[in-house]
T-cell receptor, first 109, second 114 residues
């Protein structure tokens, strides 16, 4: 079983839509959780950390459910510039970091 | 820009050859992590170096090895190249614990093995 699993999509949504991405992880001892964004043929860039209490950064909201080993990212009022691949990242013990396969988002005018 | 640089940008090798990829960390960072990203996949953790010592390793065979130098620049070496080694190789530098929220990625080296 993969350490981190994501629906690869693609998600094609109109501008202004709300879209949600989900991610599950297999190691219950995982310590830290993040969402990264990767544009085509570019390096990944940190979007936001994910905390147990949930956290919000503008139009982006991240949630963590440790009991279900589930992470989510919600994007409200989608912009064209949100088109990218969104990667779920889990840190296990021993400084080992695992990325999901990524979920592709295209925002359509 | 993150201040992390990688060289070369692109590289073509044949099966069985050896390759060395280089990474220059952001100033002040003492930790570097290397990842392999195959087409259509997320980055896969290869290993991490902290103050010149390996500090964590993913599920990669021993023919993937690394070095970190006193100036915290780093090399990834891959011996006996296989076709499946074709991928984008990313390095990420960070400070102290190497938590992802402080990792800064370089632009990557795209390796093609023929």
């Amino acid at each position: 079983r993969k350490e981190v699993e994501q629906d690869p999509g693609p998600f094609n949504v109109p501008e202004g839509a709300t879209v949600a991405f989900n991610c599950t992880y297999s190691n219950s001892a995982s310590q830290s959780f993040f969402w990264y964004r990767q544009d085509c043929r570019k390096e990944p860039k940190l979007l936001m950390s994910v905390y147990s209490s949930g956290n919000e950064d503008g139009r982006f909201t991240a949630q963590l459910n440790r009991a279900s080993q589930y992470i989510s990212l919600l994007i409200r009022d989608s912009k064209l510039s949100d088109s990218a691949t969104y990667l779920c990242v889990v840190e296990n013990t021993g400084n080992q970091f695992y990325f999901g396969t990524g979920t592709s988002l295209t925002v359509i005018p | 820009e993150t201040g992390v640089t990688q060289s070369p940008t692109h590289l073509i090798k044949t099966r069985g050859q050896q390759v060395t990829l280089r990474c220059s960390s952001q100033s002040g960072h003492n930790t570097v992590s290397w990842y392999q990203q195959a087409l259509g996949q997320g980055p896969q953790f290869i290993f991490q170096y902290y103050r010149e010592e390996e500090n964590g390793r993913g599920n990669f065979p021993p023919r993937f090895s690394g070095l970190q130098f006193p100036n915290y620049s780093s090399e990834l070496n891959v011996n006996a190249l296989e076709l499946d080694d074709s991928a984008l190789y990313l390095c990420a530098s960070s400070h102290a614990s190497g938590r992802p929220d402080t990792q800064y990625f370089g632009p990557g080296t795209r390796l093609t093995v023929l």
